[in-house]
C-alpha cells in the first residue's frame, strides 16, 4: 500500500511536519512495508516556508531583518531547486515574532519583510512566492516599500521614519518611489493567500483583521482612516479582492505587480502533489479544527478535490470536527481526540493521538484488503 500523507499544520500546536511524522509513524507501526510519502503542507501562513522546502526538495536559509515591533529577528525562506524563493511574511512580521507575545498594531510594520525581499532581489533571485498569512501588522504595505527605498514625508515635508508602522499612514501626504530597485520590474511575485477582503471598508484590512492583531475600537478607526489615505496616495481604491490580506500587504504587492493564486494550490503546485499521487492507495490530510469553512477552498478539501481527479480517496485526520459535518470530498473524517479534555491536555495529547489514529488507518486497511 502506499500512503500520501498532505496535512496542513495543526495551529498552535504542532506544525505540519511534525503532523505528518507521527501519522507515518503510527501505519508503520502496523504496516512496516508500505510505502510512506510525507508531504506537509501550509497554505500560505503558517510554516509555508518549511513546508515548500521539505516537499520541493529545497533549502530552508535563514537572514537577520526587522521583526514587527523592530526587534531584530530571524526570518527563513525557501530556496527551491528550479530558483524560486518562497517567502514567509509571518516569518519576519508574523504574530509570533512579537516581543513577549504583545502587539502594538499601530507600530507593528511589515519593514522586515521587505528587508527580506531586498536582500533577495540583490542577490539575483526573480521568482518569488510569499505566503502573507499570519501577519501581526496593519501597515497597508508601508513598511515593506520603505525598505525597498520609498521615501514618505508627512505635509512639512518631514520624513515619515521608515517602519512607523500602520499608525503613520495617515500622516503621509507624499509618496517617492524613485528609488525603487531598478531589478524589481524583472521580479515576478506570486501572492499565495486565501484571502478576499478588500483594503479598506466593513470587510476590509482595518475593521476585520485590526481586532484579532490587538486593536482596540479607536485604533480600528485610526488604521481605516490611515489605509483609505494610503489607497488615495497610490491612487488606487483598493477594492480587489485580496488587497486587505496582510493587514493591507496584498495591496501594496498587487501594486508593485504581484498576482495572487490560492496558498493551498500554489503550493501543492510547487508540491508536485499530482505527480506523488501515482500509485497512491489513500491520501491523508488533517487540520487542527475543520468546520464548514474548511469545505470551502481550504488546504485540506484542496488536497482532497485534488485527489478525487485521479481517482484517490481522502482521510480527513482533525484535531476537532464541527458537530454534523458531513462531506462528499473526503472518504472518511476522524476527530483524533479520545474524550472530553481540555485545550492544554488535547494539546498535549496530539502527538500521541495522531500516531494512534495512523495505527487505526493501517489497520482498517489491511483488514479492508483481506
Avoid: H
Avoid at 73 to 97: D, H, K, Q, S
Wanted: charged share 20%; aromatic share 4%.
Amino acid at each position: 500500500m502506499k500512503w500520501l500523507i498532505a496535512p496542513d499544520s495543526f495551529k498552535n500546536c504542532l506544525r505540519s511536519p511534525q503532523v505528518a511524522a507521527q501519522l507515518a509513524a503510527g501505519i508503520r507501526d502496523i504496516s512496516p512495508d508500505d510505502e510512506i510519502i510525507e508531504l506537509p503542507l501550509a497554505d500560505g501562513g503558517e510554516g509555508t516556508a518549511e513546508a515548500a522546502a521539505r516537499a520541493a526538495g529545497g533549502t530552508l536559509e535563514s537572514v537577520p531583518v526587522t521583526g514587527p515591533l523592530g526587534n531584530p529577528v530571524e526570518a527563513r525562506f525557501a530556496r527551491l531547486p528550479a530558483g524560486t524563493v518562497v517567502v514567509e511574511m509571518a516569518e519576519a512580521a508574523g504574530l509570533e515574532r512579537l516581543p513577549d507575545g504583545k502587539n502594538d498594531p499601530l507600530r507593528a510594520t511589515t519593514y522586515g519583510v521587505g528587508e527580506l525581499f531586498l536582500k533577495l532581489l540583490k542577490n539575483g533571485t526573480r521568482d518569488f512566492v510569499i505566503g502573507i498569512g499570519g501577519s501581526a501588522t496593519v501597515d497597508g504595505g508601508l513598511g515593506f516599500v520603505q525598505a525597498l527605498g520609498a521615501v514618505c514625508r508627512d505635509a512639512q515635508g518631514r520624513i515619515i521614519p521608515p517602519g512607523a508602522g500602520g499608525g503613520a499612514l495617515s500622516e503621509v501626504a507624499a509618496l517617492d518611489c524613485s528609488a525603487l530597485p531598478p531589478e524589481l520590474v524583472q521580479a515576478r511575485i506570486r501572492i499565495g493567500s486565501d484571502v478576499t477582503n478588500p483594503l479598506t471598508g466593513p470587510r476590509g484590512a482595518a475593521r476585520v483583521f485590526g481586532p484579532q492583531k490587538g486593536a482596540g475600537p479607536g485604533q480600528v478607526e485610526t488604521l481605516e482612516a490611515g489605509l483609505r489615505r494610503w489607497a488615495e496616495l497610490w491612487r488606487d481604491a483598493g477594492d480587489v479582492p485580496g488587497d486587505g490580506a496582510a493587514g493591507g500587504l496584498g495591496f501594496l504587492l498587487r501594486r508593485l505587480g504581484a498576482t495572487t493564486e490560492s496558498g493551498a494550490e500554489l503550493l501543492l503546485g510547487l508540491a508536485g502533489f499530482d505527480r506523488k499521487l501515482a500509485g497512491t492507495g489513500w491520501v491523508v490530510t488533517g487540520e487542527g479544527r475543520t468546520d464548514r469553512q474548511s469545505l470551502d477552498g481550504k488546504l485540506c478539501s484542496v488536497v482532497a478535490a485534488r485527489a478525487a481527479r485521479a481517482g484517490v480517496g481522502t482521510i480527513l485526520c482533525s484535531g476537532a470536527l464541527e458537530p454534523g459535518l458531513d462531506s462528499k470530498l473526503f472518504a472518511a473524517m476522524f476527530s483524533i481526540g479520545s474524550g472530553p479534555v481540555s485545550l492544554a491536555e488535547a494539546f498535549a495529547q496530539t502527538p500521541e493521538n495522531l500516531r494512534r489514529m495512523g495505527r487505526n488507518l493501517a489497520n482498517l486497511a489491511r483488514k479492508s484488503s483481506l
